[in-house]
């Protein structure tokens, strides 16, 4: 997708380097760092420089890649896996990616494995944003249903980012939606900015402006009144995990969006590439949900008058607080997953009819 009319990918090799957009400094800043080891790569992750599942797993990948170029030794490997691994656990992106890394590398010799790391990882990075294509297509089915009947803009919510940034291209909530405008249909997406991180504001507007897609940002609370109003005719999200038996760990408030979207009969589809299913937890109880760092709930970041990104706190200072990244919405709340391979009912016989 594009920035300033110029087309990017979220990530890339060159030089021995990885090259990110640093997703911190934006919307204000756009920034490209490198990272130059393993280190960088953990950090990048952990900071949220690169946030979205499918971004973490390729950002995972590429770390592994820089672990050989460091240091070719396979316990080095396996400690730089383990971890990125441990950077942050609710993704599940993540461990699969690192796992087909390390399956691919395991007793591979000191003078090959550096191809056959960057290959794969490369292969990994490819294959998402084939991925991510797909679901577009597949989802902009579903847009140009309610277009046809509608015979008017098409409202869509989405919560969070899971957009091109928060993949390799494309993304997978937005992937329908950049088809459908690239189709012709109109579209005006309705973009929860997704406390306390604000990536909906800071991100999922960003993007869309940057490709000319119609938006309004609203706070997480607003999406229901609108619902009641009658002013969304479907809600698309992305996920972190998705169970096997279609319950879907996603950033928190997608569950309260659910409900709304339940209580008032508009569709609530999950969008997804097979990487983010998670075949073997079938107890969501399971899920290890990320607990954050609470100042990222006392402070929030924005640009002064000087142009220059500050941090200021916006609550008492003895005030406690507890900051959850992520909630699971239940498969009964969700109409369908959009995923790579076609549209399923959100159940284990939905997935399996699709990923046998």
Not at 245 to 263: E, F, P, R
Not at 345 to 350: D, P, R
Request: with cysteine; net charge neutral.
């Amino acid at each position: 997708m594009k920035i300033e009319g110029k087309s990017y990918k979220t990530i890339w090799f060159e030089d021995n380097l990885v090259k990110i957009i640093d997703q911190t400094k934006l919307p204000h800043k756009f920034v490209i760092k490198d990272l130059k080891n393993v280190k960088d790569a953990i950090n990048a992750i952990k900071t949220m420089e690169v946030r979205g599942a499918p971004l973490i797993g390729a950002t995972a990948a590429y770390g592994l890649v820089l672990s050989v170029i460091e240091k070719n030794d396979l316990s080095f490997l396996k400690k730089s896996s383990e971890e990125l691994i441990a950077s942050r656990p609710t993704a599940i992106n993540l461990k699969w990616a690192v796992d087909r890394m390390m399956k691919k590398l395991n007793g591979i010799n000191e003078k090959d494995i550096f191809k056959i790391a960057l290959d794969e990882a490369k292969a990994i990075k490819e294959e998402d944003e084939g991925f991510c294509k797909n679901i577009g297509l597949n989802g902009l089915k579903i847009i140009e249903e309610i277009s046809n009947k509608k015979k008017d803009t098409v409202n869509i919510l989405t919560h969070c980012n899971a957009g091109w940034l928060a993949t390799i291209d494309w993304g997978t909530a937005t992937s329908p939606i950049y088809h459908a405008h690239q189709k012709g249909i109109k579209v005006h997406v309705w973009v929860d900015e997704t406390r306390p991180r604000n990536q909906g504001a800071n991100l999922t507007s960003y993007e869309l402006n940057e490709e000319g897609i119609s938006n309004t940002v609203i706070t997480d609370n607003a999406g229901g009144i609108l619902m009641q109003r009658g002013q969304v005719d479907m809600c698309i999200v992305g996920t972190d995990r998705t169970l096997s038996n279609g319950d879907v760990c996603n950033k928190i408030g997608t569950y309260l969006k659910a409900l709304s979207a339940k209580d008032n009969n508009v569709p609530f589809y999950v969008a997804l590439p097979s990487s983010t299913i998670d075949w073997s937890i079938k107890d969501h109880k399971h899920i290890p949900i990320e607990e954050r760092n609470s100042e990222e709930l006392s402070h929030i970041e924005g640009i002064d008058e000087n142009n220059e990104i500050k941090k200021v706190r916006i609550y008492p200072q003895e005030s406690k607080s507890l900051n959850l990244a992520f909630d699971v919405t239940p498969a009964k709340l969700v109409t369908g997953l959009i995923t790579e391979k076609g549209v399923c009912e959100a159940s284990e016989k939905g997935l399996k009819g699709l990923f046998k």
